[in-house]
């Protein structure tokens, strides 16, 4: 059964997008924040790769909060982190939490590499994403990181144990084999 908050932010969200459609209200309902351009992968599709990965500073935890407190008066309702790797902030347990505290429903994308001890405090999220490519060589050789896939998988299994229902998501390339989809599939089973 769905949570009475779910309910209740289904609600308001219903009333976010009536407000846009026939009110001519302008309300950023969806944030995608890449919250971070550090990752310990090196993924060839990645959006953050640039002569610039892995030495840009982030913005600061204070004004990451303020930022979440300033999207939750404008009426943002969904807030999605990624990166990078955004399980190498420290904060984002408390950037999770300011933006349920703001009533906002909350996702992150991760290579599935933080420690579980980590993820154990990004429980409260409402949408964890882990990615996997492919089986396994594929998967750690394409993101030059030994070890990427059975870590993903350990997180994922770790996810499961705690009563979450992650998502695998997988990006498919020109050299990817129709066929590791399939092992994919079964993955997720």
Same mark, same amino acid.
């Given at each position: 059964?769905?949570?009475?908050?779910?309910?209740?932010?289904?609600?308001?969200?219903?009333?976010?997008?009536?407000?846009?459609?026939?009110?001519?209200?302008?309300?950023?309902?969806?944030?995608?924040?890449?919250?971070?351009?550090?990752?310990?992968?090196?993924?060839?599709?990645?959006?953050?790769?640039?002569?610039?990965?892995?030495?840009?500073?982030?913005?600061?935890?204070?004004?990451?909060?303020?930022?979440?407190?300033?999207?939750?008066?404008?009426?943002?309702?969904?807030?999605? %982190?990624? +990166?990078?790797?955004?399980?190498?902030?420290?904060? /984002?347990?408390? !950037? *999770?939490?300011?933006? =349920?505290?703001?009533?906002?429903?909350?996702?992150?994308?991760?290579?599935?590499?933080?420690?579980?001890?980590?993820?154990?405090?990004?429980?409260?999220?409402?949408?964890?994403?882990?990615?996997?490519?492919?089986?396994?060589?594929?998967?750690?050789?394409?993101?030059? %990181?030994? +070890?990427?896939?059975?870590?993903?998988?350990?997180? /994922?299994?770790? !996810? *499961?144990?705690?009563? =979450?229902?992650?998502?695998?998501?997988?990006?498919?390339?020109?050299?990817?084999?129709?066929?590791?989809?399939?092992?994919?599939?079964?993955?997720?089973?």
């Amino acid at each position: 059964l769905p949570k009475s908050s779910d309910f209740l932010n289904g609600l308001e969200i219903f009333k976010s997008i009536y407000e846009i459609k026939f009110l001519n209200k302008r309300i950023p309902l969806f944030c995608e924040w890449e919250l971070t351009y550090f990752c310990n992968m090196f993924c060839p599709f990645c959006s953050t790769m640039s002569p610039d990965r892995n030495s840009t500073p982030d913005v600061s935890p204070q004004k990451a909060l303020n930022m979440i407190d300033q999207l939750g008066e404008m009426g943002t309702k969904m807030i999605h %982190f990624s +990166g990078g790797e955004p399980t190498l902030r420290k904060d /984002l347990p408390d !950037l *999770v939490a300011r933006a =349920k505290q703001n009533n906002m429903m909350v996702s992150f994308t991760t290579n599935g590499s933080a420690p579980i001890k980590n993820m154990e405090k990004l429980l409260d999220t409402d949408i964890i994403r882990v990615s996997i490519d492919g089986t396994e060589h594929f998967h750690d050789s394409g993101r030059m %990181f030994a +070890g990427a896939f059975q870590k993903a998988v350990e997180t /994922l299994r770790f !996810l *499961v144990s705690k009563g =979450k229902k992650p998502i695998i998501t997988t990006v498919f390339m020109d050299g990817t084999p129709y066929e590791m989809l399939e092992d994919l599939a079964l993955l997720a089973q």
